[in-house]
């Protein structure tokens, strides 16, 4: 199993202000089968990125993912009020199970 | 796409959970997709227990493997989920999900509203 640790745990910023959220994999993602996604309280997770680095349908260029091997990094350009969230990365390599981060809580500081 | 949980928010220990997912808008008999289970239990991250294929293939996580059954019910365009011999640590919020059958592209791209899942006698 492929266990993705994200950090920080906790990252507290101010609007307009970028954001930078880590997961590192036990093991290399093959093909860069990484997802990240957003979910805010009450609500089921949003598809964000995929494949490390393309955005889904929707969603605003501010947001960007990248990496490649055992290291990703989700940025966020300038932060808005309505970018703070939990955040979590998956792993949809051929090695299953399937797994996820413990997720980033982005808190406005 | 929407897809829609449902089922008993209660479930005794030992007892059997049983949880159907609704497809509007596809079709779960196409062979483009994998439909999935995925629980967040209150507070904590996700985790991914199963998928089943239109072709009746499945893939289960084995933190569950010996207790759970997926199945698909084309007439009703639904899927569904059976957890046996439940415990307090299955008490969660579970997702049906949706992810596409092409490697690059199996993200979770359509959720449920998600269901919460009490187990309690």
């Known amino acids: 199993e492929i266990v993705l640790t994200q950090s920080p745990g906790t990252l507290s910023l101010s609007p307009g202000e970028r954001a930078t959220l880590s997961c590192t994999a036990s093991?290399?993602?093959?093909?860069?089968?990484l997802a990240w996604y957003q979910q805010k309280p009450g609500q089921a997770p949003r598809l964000l990125i995929y494949?490390?680095?393309t955005r889904a349908t929707g969603i605003p260029d501010r947001f960007s993912g990248s990496g490649s091997g055992t290291d990703y990094t989700l940025t966020i350009s300038r932060l808005e009020p309505e970018d703070f969230a939990v955040y979590h990365c998956?792993?949809?390599?051929?090695?299953?199970?399937?797994?996820f981060g413990q997720g980033t809580r982005l808190e406005i500081k | 796409v929407k897809l829609q949980e449902s089922g008993p928010g209660l479930v005794k220990p030992s007892e059997t959970l049983a949880l159907s997912c609704t497809v509007s808008?596809?079709?779960?008999?196409?062979?483009?997709?994998?439909w999935s289970w995925i629980r967040q239990p209150p507070g904590k991250g996700l985790e991914w227990i199963g998928y089943?294929?239109?072709?009746?293939?499945?893939h289960y996580n084995p933190s569950v493997e010996s207790r759970i059954t997926m199945s698909i019910d084309t007439s009703k365009n639904q899927f569904s989920l059976r957890l046996t011999s439940v415990t307090a640590a299955d008490a969660a919020i579970y997702f049906c999900?949706?992810?596409?059958?092409?490697?690059?592209?199996?993200?979770?791209?359509?959720w449920g509203q998600g269901t919460m899942v009490t187990v309690s006698s």
């Open positions: 808008g596809g079709s779960v008999s196409s062979a483009d997709y994998y």
């Open positions: 093991l290399s993602v093959g093909s860069r089968y």
């Open positions: 494949r490390g680095s």
């Open positions: 089943i294929h239109a072709s009746g293939q499945t």
């Open positions: 998956q792993q949809y390599s051929s090695s299953l199970p399937w797994t």
């Open positions: 999900v949706r992810s596409v059958l092409e490697p690059g592209d199996r993200a979770f791209d359509y």
